[in-house]
């Protein structure tokens, strides 16, 4: 592993220093301010309890609709317990490793700030779960995305108490088990415990990270493969001029329009004359419309980091001002709205990704129909365009809103919910859509891109004709797609 992630409550995280942590290649740890704070707000919990004649929300109660059934002293470690027992509960496929991974750490940055009440020793268990590569299984299928990611978050708890199911060194086994091959022990659960673990929004949280991270990738093999079609299509190099995009001041639009243009500088086929005086929109709009996602993406990053750096547990503990409030900073709301909007912006780079893969087989521009010889005996690229439209019109699916959605829960105490979880779900299912896409339509433009030969682009789009006529043969004719599509897929993982 690389050198350690310190976790500290002075010091906020940055996006990209998670992408070691989904591979769990570097070891996380928390800071001595981040272990004074926590200690420092259980022996304040600890005194308060000791001096209170009167209920506090879930710290000597139950929860949700029985918020006023109040726990005796004798009971409130049973209580937590049966809270995590009672509320894993999650259905559907197992989330990601990787994403477990940011479901560990996150939630051990938000009770870094010591408003939790937890104890020292559960958050550093946690992050020995993370470290030791012992990751719980939870199910994608379960939260509201309102009273924090409570079924998700209460799967990826229970280890904490030895129980519930990790997956360690390449198994799945019962968490005791794991935890004993390591040497751990288990925590005893003290009052407030059980609710601030799977009061959060970590679940929402960790699947937004997951996917700006995959997105910021994703993003410049876009403006890259976008290069790659225009050359294809002998596109005039016009409308990426600085000069339209400065008159309508959107920052995205800019950015874009001057990464085409780099990406196309020194490019003999931009140079030469052409017999068309206007290009589809597709082609021409590539600043206007990647920009605009390239702006959503940059205002979802702003929230994202915001709640990276958040505490979102309730009851909040204040030791200083001697406060213990119940609020609502678990709901799901930012996040939800958020990872609409991401989804949306992320839906468009594919929706004109593939009327650029459509406008390459059309046969117009001197490029034969379906980008093969002898069509009609081969398809050649007509089907790949069917996958890719399908994608894509399975993307518009998923872009119905989540967060617009909720419903009662709780006896109607809990009675607007975020719907952030499905948001959260939806949006990962949109970026390995992307993902699909752009493959394709490096593909489509490659194959396009050789009927241009002898002439010669830019050394960058040359570049990335070069890798993937490294791994993907010229297509001669009709053979297994399939195997050619993944392959691509995999490079842009890379």
Request: include cysteine.
């Amino acid at each position: 592993m690389q050198e350690s992630l310190i976790i500290c409550p002075n010091e906020d995280l940055e996006l990209h220093q998670f992408k070691a942590v989904q591979r769990g290649e570097i070891r996380v740890k928390l800071s001595e301010v981040g272990r004074n704070k926590i200690t420092a707000c259980r022996h304040f919990l600890d005194s308060f309890l000791e001096s209170s004649e009167h209920p506090v929300y879930g710290i000597n109660t139950g929860f949700g609709s029985l918020c006023n059934t109040e726990i005796s002293r004798e009971d409130l470690t049973l209580l937590q317990n049966n809270l995590l027992r009672s509320h894993a509960c999650g259905m559907g496929d197992q989330v990601s490793k990787e994403l477990v991974r940011l479901m560990l750490v996150l939630k051990a940055k938000s009770l870094s700030y010591g408003h939790s009440g937890v104890q020292l020793q559960t958050v550093e268990l946690l992050l020995e779960l993370y470290n030791r590569d012992i990751l719980p299984v939870v199910y994608e299928q379960g939260s509201l995305g309102a009273s924090g990611d409570l079924s998700p978050l209460s799967h990826l708890c229970l280890p904490l108490i030895g129980e519930g199911e990790v997956h360690y060194k390449g198994i799945r086994c019962v968490a005791k088990e794991a935890l004993q091959a390591e040497g751990l022990s288990p925590v005893e659960l003290q009052s407030k415990e059980g609710l601030a673990l799977i009061n959060g929004t970590q679940f929402m949280l960790a699947h937004a990270v997951g996917a700006l991270i995959k997105t910021d990738r994703l993003f410049g093999s876009a403006l890259a493969i976008a290069a790659l079609s225009i050359e294809a299509f002998d596109a005039r190099p016009e409308p990426f001029l600085d000069l339209t995009h400065q008159v309508r001041n959107q920052s995205g639009q800019r950015v874009v329009a001057q990464a085409l243009c780099k990406l196309l500088e020194g490019s003999e086929l931009q140079t030469q004359k052409k017999s068309h005086v206007q290009d589809p929109y597709s082609f021409r709009c590539t600043p206007q419309v990647l920009g605009a996602s390239l702006d959503a993406i940059e205002h979802v990053k702003t929230v994202v980091t915001r709640e990276v750096n958040a505490v979102t547990d309730n009851p909040i503990i204040f030791p200083e001002e001697n406060q213990i409030i119940s609020g609502g900073n678990f709901h799901g709301q930012p996040l939800a709205l958020s990872l609409d909007f991401l989804a949306i912006a992320l839906a468009e780079i594919a929706s004109l990704s593939e009327r650029r893969i459509y406008k390459l087989i059309s046969g117009q521009r001197n490029l034969p129909p379906f980008l093969v010889k002898d069509a009609g005996l081969n398809s050649g690229f007509m089907i790949p365009q069917y996958t890719a439209a399908s994608i894509v019109s399975q993307n518009k699916q998923l872009c119905t809103p989540a967060s617009v959605d909720t419903i009662d829960s709780s006896n109607g105490q809990e009675d607007h919910v975020s719907m952030g979880a499905n948001a959260a779900t939806k949006c990962m299912r949109v970026v390995k859509n992307v993902q699909r896409v752009l493959a394709i339509e490096w593909l489509t433009a490659a194959q396009a891109f050789d009927f241009r030969k002898p002439k010669k682009s830019s050394e960058s789009v040359e570049d990335l004709h070069r890798s993937i006529r490294a791994v993907v043969p010229h297509y001669t004719h009709d053979r297994f797609q399939h195997a050619d599509m993944a392959l691509v897929s995999s490079l842009l993982d890379e």
